[in-house]
Nanobody, 127 residues
Framework: QVRLVESGGGLVQAGGSLRLSCAAS????????MGWFRQAPAKEREFVAA????????YYGDSVKGRFTISRDNGKNTLYLQLNSVTPEDTAVYLC????????????????????WGQGTQVTVSS
């Protein structure tokens, strides 16, 4: 019903910046909360950031607070993640997620609460 496609990943030097995008298609009008998670080798999936459909409710994981910024453009059905001051510990596959719902203020930090997932985009940070 909903397709999510991430883009913008790549190789970046420590201290640099990167912007990721997630484009939603299909029945995107049924989506409320969206978020970013990341998966690194030998590590569990980690919450990065989430945002409500209204844009008023935003949460960040402790490891990225002050460095990453989540935003969305509902007119373009697109979610963004701005990564600043990256470190090698940020190296991971970044996954976009969305929940099917009608609550414009709802958001979640738990991956179990999301219904749709993209394939992910690789971010690699060199020292």
């Amino acid at each position: 019903q909903v397709r999510l496609v991430e883009s913008g990943g790549g190789l970046v030097q420590a201290g640099g910046s990167l912007r990721l995008s997630c484009a939603a298609s299909g029945r995107a009008f049924l989506i409320d909360a969206m978020g970013w998670f990341r998966q690194a080798p030998a590590k569990e999936r980690e919450f990065v950031a989430a945002i409500s459909r209204s844009g008023d409710n935003i949460y960040y994981g402790d490891s990225v607070k002050g460095r990453f910024t989540i935003s969305r453009d509902n007119g373009k059905n697109t979610l963004y993640l701005q990564l600043n001051s990256v470190t090698p510990e940020d190296t991971a596959v970044y996954l976009c997620a969305a929940r099917e719902g009608l609550n414009s203020r709802y958001t979640s930090t738990h991956f179990q609460d999301y219904d749709y997932w993209g394939q992910g985009t690789q971010v690699t940070v060199s020292s």
